[in-house]
């Protein structure tokens, strides 16, 4: 079992930066592959960014170049680095752990969410 705890939301201007935490009460070197997830309100929850156990990085179109997915395997976190935020990344951004087949995640672990509210 684990459990995940999002960290690291808040208010921040246009233009600024957050670090987003997920800590796990397990462990998740045994091959999870992790990922943050975003709901706006009113809109669909999104993947924003993935990363294998063994580090390969996936994110999505509108947050390339801004964003930073990591991991720390022997401290069982995921970060994701947020730079130039922008209005549009306003949303409750989510974790997630699970496993990838053929493209495909199934997500078997998520936490409860941390806000990030990008606003002058």
């Known amino acids: 079992q684990v459990q995940l705890v999002e960290s690291g939301g808040g208010l921040v201007q246009p233009g600024g930066s957050l670090r987003l935490s997920c800590a796990a009460s397990?462990?998740?070197?045994?091959?999870?592959?992790m990922g943050w997830y975003r709901q706006a309100p009113g809109k669909q929850r999104e993947l924003v960014a993935t990363i294998t156990s063994g580090g390969s990085t996936n994110s999505v179109d509108s947050v390339k170049g801004r964003f930073t997915i990591s991991r720390d395997n022997a401290k069982n976190t995921v970060h994701l680095q947020m730079n130039s935020l922008k209005p549009e990344d306003t949303a409750v951004y989510y974790c997630r752990a699970g496993t990838v087949k053929s493209s495909f995640y199934y997500w078997r672990y998520w936490g409860q969410g941390t806000q990030v509210t990008v606003s002058s």
């Open positions: 397990g462990s998740i070197a045994s091959g999870y592959v």
